[in-house]
């Protein structure tokens, strides 16, 4: 007797066999029509950081004791996007970090990873208007060309799927833009953000050790050390 997990209508219909074998045939097609290798594949992506680490590691404490508590910068903290890319060879396209903020300010980008961009978005997280200046600074870091594309594999986001600026963009310069198949995860979840997590709430519970709280002006810091 199995206990289920509830499933969406669109998830069901989004992930199922025969989307996934229609992308793969696209996917092929393309990498065989432009004879693309693994340097010039790409996926990009976005994950939720928080000035509060999601999980606390592990600590020694006393046996018999019903409850172990650890200082934590608050209960709740301030989301902030960070935008990742890399490619199949394992190339990194310097982030991109999206504060929850109505202005910017140069202290955000404080021990940020070198070549990184910090932007502010009213929710802290991405849209239209940020992912063209994302897409220049992918552009400007690879380098693409009309006589040498690139693949860049992406969600089916709004910010992506329907931004006509960035369709026009990415053709002019080269970039093949390939949507997963809806509600499916991503490379990147798998392969980067899982073990970033991880060391970004190590790198958090040690700022704590020495600071009373984590803020916004941190968290490039503390990002560029996960």
Known sequence: ????????VARMKGFCKQNVNNFFDILQKIIDDNQLNALRIYNVDESGISTVQKKSPKIVGEKGKARIGQLATGERGVNTTAVCCC?????????????????????LKTGAPEGSLVEVSETGYINSELFIKWLRHFIKFVKPSVEEKVLLVLDVHSTHSKNLEAIK??????IILLQLPGHNTQPLDVSVFKPLQLYYDEAVTKHLRKEERVTQFNVAGIFAEA
């Open 1 to 8: 007797l199995r206990q289920p997990e509830n499933v969406s």
């Open 169 to 174: 963009q990415s053709k002019e310069n080269g």
């Open 87 to 107: 490619s199949a060879s394992d190339i990194f396209v310097p982030p991109i970090l999206i504060f929850k903020r109505m202005r910017n300010c140069v202290d």
